[in-house]
Antibody, heavy 120, light 109 residues
Framework: EVQLLESGGGLVQPGGSLRLSCAAS????????MTWVRQVPGKGLEWVSS????????YYAASVKGRFTISRDNAKNTLFFQMDNLRVEDTAIYFC?????????????WGQGTLLAVSS | SYVLTQPPSVSVAPGETARITCGGD??????VHWYQQKPGQAPVLVIY???DRPSGIPERYSGSNSGTTATLTISGVEAGDEADYYC????????????FGSGTRVTVL
């Protein structure tokens, strides 16, 4: 059974940093693109970042580029999201998801999400 | 950037058919995926490649894609179908890379 479990959310002051983790199980982690999607409570879904299976290629939304870093440890089946210089507008639930289809890209499994609150 | 447009809300009586649209330039040339999200839960993939269903998704869920509009259809709507629904595509070379529609709240009357 595929499982994705996020952790690391919390309350951070503006300008602060936080690292999210997503522990994966039930599939061959290194074979899949992984992604982070966020959702401001009560609002829609926003893709923020993805990383290829080997970890050598990363993608970012303009809203987080230069501040956030996606990475992965395939030996530990874990996805990471280092978030620096946090802003109030980064407050959201962050979901990790598995991507299927390199050219069509659907998110077939999602974690339950972890909440990041950026506030002074 | 590529934009997907969804109606904010759709209301439907139990047993009737709900149709949720997703508009985008030449969307028929793209693979469209649909997600269901209930309050407090993670999204769930319900339709991919316009009309394929993951295992466990009822046959009542179907999809189509033509011209500038993709459509998610829920036949014989049940109370448990009440949720937010999002369409999504991959925009290779675009920013953002993966695009979501704004979401449609389906209310079962």
């Amino acid at each position: 059974e595929v499982q994705l479990l996020e952790s690391g959310g919390g309350l951070v002051q503006p300008g602060g940093s936080l690292r999210l983790s997503c522990a994966a199980s039930g599939f061959t982690f290194k074979n899949y693109i992984m992604t982070w999607v966020r959702q401001v409570p009560g609002k829609g879904l926003e893709w923020v970042s993805s990383i290829r299976g080997s970890g050598d290629t990363t993608y970012y939304a303009a809203s987080v580029k230069g501040r956030f870093t996606i990475s992965r440890d395939n030996a530990k089946n874990t996805l990471f999201f280092q978030m620096d210089n946090l802003r109030v507008e980064d407050t959201a639930i962050y979901f990790c998801a598995r991507v299927v289809g390199a050219t069509t890209g659907r998110f077939d499994y999602w974690g339950q999400g972890t909440l990041l609150a950026v506030s002074s | 950037s590529y934009v997907l447009t969804q109606p904010p809300s759709v209301s439907v009586a139990p047993g009737e058919t709900a149709r949720i649209t997703c508009g985008g330039d030449a969307i028929e040339t793209r693979s469209v995926h649909w997600y269901q999200q209930k309050p407090g839960q993670a999204p769930v993939l319900v339709i991919y490649y316009e009309s394929d269903r993951p295992s466990g998704i009822p046959e009542r869920y179907s999809g189509s894609n033509s011209g500038t509009t993709a459509t998610l259809t829920i036949s014989g709507v049940e109370a448990g179908d009440e949720a937010d629904y999002y369409c999504q595509v991959l925009d290779v070379g675009g920013d953002p890379l993966y695009v979501f529609g704004s979401g449609t709240r389906v209310t079962v009357l």
